[in-house]
């Protein structure tokens, strides 16, 4: 299995599924990497999808793996799965992706590009930072919302490469753009998306609250923008982050998504691992190496991961958010 103009899709959870139906609708050839019991599903049922723009939601066969057929090489790769599972992935990439090959993060979170730049290959790696609202259930994937997606380069210069995936990811529909200075500015943008993940995706799962429902609440506005301070002061050595672009941006998404549960939420209510680690708890991280409190960030991971490991009761997690409040 080879061709210049196959698609490797890695992932087909909300997002990796919304573009895979996006690209399929313009005839665009794809292959599906996903879990095996993804792989049997779709197989069995096929992959439902609605769109914003749909009133109902379509049924798509797909090529789905579990597993590569051997010898199979690609030359393009859109990775859409949890960030955690980067390492994993980009370990088996090595044998099916062409040297040079193009690979697209769609991911939230700090770092995830580290797998495949680590690699002694010469992928160009670009990112998404995207604010496409999906959910998945038992029906299938619902896309909410169609944000914004910037696109920014991590480990190349080539603007003919970002260029083919903003071209391509315009053909499909989305809103595109690339920031002026491929690097100093996509840093700005990567951060700041980061920030908003921080802020609505713990908030989100601890409360079970919906994107739009947040933003109501007068205390978790005030939680929300201690948030803010926080990651901000974090950042502060690597750059300076607008707290007005946050606080926007954090409004802008929650109300463009507003019937939404957010990723990390649907991810507990699934019993799956959420991405915390590479959100707050990237945060924490950057902290500890700068030398800077974040205790706001540190009680959120911890909530996290005791609703995730179900470690503690949750009526416990709960009393220690509130202590937040």
């Not at 160009?124 to 696109?151: C, N, P, Q, Y």
């Not at 490469?161 to 053909?171: A, C, G």
């Not at 007005?244 to 699934?270: G, P």
């Not at 950057?286 to 470690?311: F, G, Q």
Request: hydrophobic share 40%; charged share 30%.
């Amino acid at each position: 299995m080879s061709s210049k103009n196959t698609i490797l899709i890695a992932g087909l959870g909300a997002i990796g599924s919304i573009l895979f139906s996006r690209l399929e609708k313009k005839n665009v050839e794809l292959v599906c990497l996903t879990s095996n019991r993804g792989t049997i599903e779709i197989r069995e049922k096929g992959l439902f999808v609605q769109l914003f723009s749909d009133d109902a939601p379509k049924l798509h066969k797909a090529e789905v793996y579990e597993f590569l057929p051997e010898k199979s090489k690609f030359k393009k790769c859109i990775v859409a799965t949890k960030a955690y599972n980067n390492q994993v992935l980009a370990d088996y990439l090595v044998d099916y992706m062409d040297d040079e090959a193009s690979i697209l993060l769609f991911q939230n979170g700090i770092d995830v590009e580290k797998p495949f730049t680590e690699k002694e290959k010469d992928w160009k790696i670009t990112r998404a930072i995207s604010s496409i609202g999906a959910f998945r259930d038992e029906k299938g994937v619902t896309e909410t919302a169609v944000g914004e997606t910037k696109l920014g380069v991590m480990n190349y210069n080539d603007i003919k490469e970002i260029e083919q995936w903003k071209k391509l990811l315009l053909s499909i529909g989305l809103d595109v753009l690339i920031p002026e200075d491929l690097n100093k500015n996509f840093a700005y943008h990567y951060y700041l998306k980061a920030i908003v993940n921080s802020t609505i995706n713990p908030i989100g799962s601890i409360t079970k609250l919906k994107n739009g429902d947040i933003i109501k609440d007068k205390q978790l506005l005030d939680l929300i923008e201690r948030i803010v301070d926080e990651t901000i002061a974090i950042l502060s050595r690597m750059m300076t982050i607008s707290k007005t672009d946050a606080l926007e941006t954090i409004y802008k998404i929650a109300r463009n998504t507003s019937d939404n549960k957010c990723s990390m939420l649907q991810d507990l209510e699934k019993g799956v691992k959420t991405e915390i680690d590479y959100l707050n708890g990237k945060f924490l991280e950057i902290s500890k190496r700068e030398n800077v409190e974040a205790p706001i960030n540190s009680k959120l991971v911890s909530i996290i991961k005791t609703l995730s490991d179900k470690s503690e009761p949750e009526e416990l997690a709960i009393l220690e958010f509130k202590s937040l409040l």
